[in-house]
Nanobody, 114 residues
Framework: VQLQASGGGLVQAGGSLRLSCKTS????????MTWYRQAPGKQRDWVAN???????SYVDSVRGRFTISRNYARNTVYLQMSNLKPEDTGIYYC?????????WGRGTQVTVSS
């Protein structure tokens, strides 16, 4: 299983970014997918999840600003982030629980300047 995250960058507060996580080596259609982020000096926290059937859920701090989605044909999960705030800064990781274990991508850096 490989998870390859991309799409991070530097953006001003109020701006938008779209993260992508391309998966391989797994049956994407049966796996729930999750985005986590890790701010500098802090633990890695859950941000958004999408079930295998496409039902999303969000941490309160991003609900209404972030949208998680998935493309089954491309085996890819996305995180559309809008109205970004400085506190959204961190490394964003793609994650799935598949065949009895957690799998992590390398992460993509998001920096939001004030």
């Amino acid at each position: 299983v490989q998870l390859q995250a991309s799409g991070g960058g530097l953006v001003q507060a109020g701006g938008s970014l779209r993260l992508s996580c391309k998966t391989s080596g797994m049956n994407f259609r049966i796996a729930g997918m999750t985005w986590y982020r890790q701010a500098p000096g802090k633990q890695r926290d859950w941000v958004a999840n999408i079930t295998s059937g496409g039902s999303p859920s969000y941490v309160d701090s991003v609900r209404g600003r972030f949208t998680i989605s998935r493309n089954y044909a491309r085996n890819t999960v996305y995180l559309q982030m809008s109205n970004l705030k400085p506190e959204d800064t961190g490394i964003y990781y793609c994650n799935t629980f598949y065949r009895g274990r957690q799998w992590w991508g390398r992460g993509t850096q998001v920096t939001v300047s004030s």
